[in-house]
C-alpha cells in the first residue's frame, strides 16, 4: 500500500478510530462495509481501513483513488479471511457497540 498518501495507526478498537479521525479533523462519517472482520469507513477527508483482527487503521488522504482504497480493501479481506463467519461477526457487532458507545458519551457530553 505504499503507492499513494496514508498512515497507518495502531488503535484498539473501531472507536479508537473513530476517537483518532476526531482529534486529527478527518471526521469519521460512517463504516461503509465489513468483510472478515475488516471494515471500510468514509471519512470527510478520505477513506480509512480498520483491520478489526489486529487493530490497524490505514487512513488514506482525500487525494487517493477511491477504486485504489476498495481494492486496497477487498486485498485485506482476502488476507485476512480465513477466520471463520462468527470470528468475522464477533468483530464487527463488538467494535460497532464499542463506536456506539463511544457516540453516546460524546453526545451526552455535548448537551
Do not use: T
Not at 478520505?46 to 486485498?75: C, H, S, T
Request: glycine share 4%; aromatic share 14%.
Amino acid at each position: 500500500m505504499a503507492k499513494y498518501n496514508y498512515h497507518l495507526e495502531e488503535v484498539r478498537d473501531l472507536a479508537g478510530l473513530y476517537a483518532h479521525c476526531d482529534v486529527f479533523d478527518y471526521n469519521f462519517i460512517k463504516v461503509e462495509s465489513w468483510k472478515s472482520g475488516v471494515a471500510l469507513c468514509l471519512l470527510e477527508r478520505g477513506m480509512a481501513i480498520f483491520n478489526g483482527q489486529n487493530g490497524k487503521a490505514y487512513i488514506m488522504d482525500e487525494d487517493v483513488p477511491e477504486e485504489w482504497i476498495r481494492a486496497q480493501f477487498l486485498r485485506c479481506v482476502d488476507k485476512y479471511s480465513p477466520i471463520s463467519s462468527y470470528a468475522a461477526s464477533r468483530i464487527e457487532f463488538d467494535n460497532e457497540a464499542k463506536l456506539k458507545k463511544l457516540k453516546d458519551e460524546i453526545k451526552a457530553r455535548d448537551f
